[in-house]
C-alpha cells in the first residue's frame, strides 16, 4: 500500500493504494488536513495498519490524482547531478565540488495522469524525468551518515522546464522551474524502509514510447544521503519537504534540433520499486 492525495467529486481527499483504486481515510483522521500532517505526526504506519484488509472506497477512474503533498514548505531541487548531465554542458569542468539548488513551488507541479501545461509564452515546454523524496524527521545540520533515516517516503517527479526562460538571467533557473503545471509528482508515496530502494535503482523516461532517459540513481555525481546533508546545512528541514534528486542526459533540450512536448504527447517516468508516472501535455487556456 502507497499513500496519495486524490479528488473525488469537489473534495480533496487522502488515503491509501489498494487493488481497483483507493481507500480514503482523511474522514477517518480528521486531524490531519494533508498528508503533510500525517507525517509530522509520525502516523504512516497508523495509516497503513488502519487500511490493512480493506477495500478500495473510490473505484480506478472516479477520482484525479494530486500531488501527495499539496502543501510541503520546500520543494528543493537538484540539478546536474548525473555524469552524462555535467557532461552536456560540454565546458570540460568535471563534476563540481557542490550541487546546484533551486526552488519549486508546489503550484508548478500537477498529479498522475494529469496533463503539463505548455503556455502560450513559450514553446519550450520539456520533462525531466526523477526520484523524489519526503523528509519524514525533521533536521538542521544532519550529517550524512544519517541522512537516510530523515527519509520517510519516496516517489517520481517529471520536472518540467521551460526551457527559453530558464536562460533569462545569469544566475538563476527559478523562472522558467515554476510555471503552473508545468511537472508533475506522484503518482503515490511509497513508504521508505530500506536504503536499497533509492541506493542503486533504474530510472526511465519515455515520451510516446520511445526511451528518452534511462540511467541508475548509484551514478548520482551527490547521493541522497549527501543531498539531504548539504540541503540541511543551510535550511531546516522539516516533516514533508521534498527534494528532486536530479535527472539524467536525455531531455528534449539536447537533441538537434530540440524536441519540445507538444499537446498530445504522453510521458512515463518509471522507477524500480516506486511505480510509473504518466502526463499527457495540453494547452493552457487563457
Not at 497508523?46 to 472516479?62: K, P
Not at 503515490?188 to 520511445?210: E, H, K, M, S
Request: aromatic content about 8%.
Amino acid at each position: 500500500m502507497n499513500l496519495a492525495t486524490f479528488t473525488a467529486g469537489n473534495e480533496q481527499l487522502w488515503g491509501v493504494t489498494v487493488p481497483g483504486g483507493v481507500l480514503a481515510l482523511s474522514p477517518e483522521f480528521p486531524q490531519w488536513k494533508t498528508l503533510r500532517n500525517v507525517i509530522e505526526a509520525g502516523a504512516v504506519e497508523t495509516l497503513l495498519e488502519r487500511a490493512a484488509g480493506r477495500a478500495a472506497t473510490h473505484d480506478d477512474g472516479s477520482f484525479v490524482w494530486n500531488i501527495p503533498i499539496p502543501d510541503p514548505e520546500k520543494i528543493v531541487c537538484v540539478g546536474v547531478n548525473f555524469p552524462d548531465r555535467n557532461a552536456e554542458y560540454r565546458d570540460g569542468q568535471e563534476a563540481p565540488p557542490n550541487m546546484s539548488l533551486f526552488p519549486r513551488f508546489p503550484r508548478s507541479f500537477t498529479g498522475h495522469q494529469t496533463p503539463l501545461i505548455r503556455p502560450p509564452e513559450s514553446q519550450q515546454l520539456d520533462y525531466e524525468g526523477e526520484m523524489a523524496i519526503v523528509i519524514g524527521k525533521g533536521g538542521r545540520r544532519i550529517p550524512e551518515p544519517e541522512a537516510l533515516s530523515h527519509i520517510t517516503a519516496l516517489s517520481l517527479c517529471n520536472e518540467g522546464t521551460i526551457r527559453d526562460w530558464v536562460r533569462h538571467a545569469k544566475f538563476n533557473v527559478t523562472q522558467g522551474k515554476n510555471w503552473d503545471s508545468s511537472g508533475a509528482i506522484g503518482p503515490w508515496l511509497v513508504p521508505y524502509v530500506d536504503p536499497a530502494q533509492i541506493v542503486d535503482i533504474g530510472l526511465t523516461t519515455r515520451v510516446n514510447g520511445n526511451l528518452r532517459q534511462q540511467d541508475r540513481t548509484g551514478r548520482m555525481l551527490f547521493p541522497v544521503a549527501r543531498q539531504i546533508a548539504y540541503i540541511s546545512t543551510f535550511t531546516t528541514l522539516v516533516p514533508g519537504d521534498i527534494i528532486i534528486t536530479g535527472t539524467p542526459t536525455g531531455a528534449g533540450a539536447r537533441f538537434d534540433p530540440p524536441i519540445w512536448l507538444k499537446p498530445g504527447d504522453v510521458i512515463e517516468v518509471e522507477a524500480e520499486g516506486i511505480g510509473l508516472l504518466r502526463n499527457t501535455v495540453a494547452d493552457e487556456v487563457v
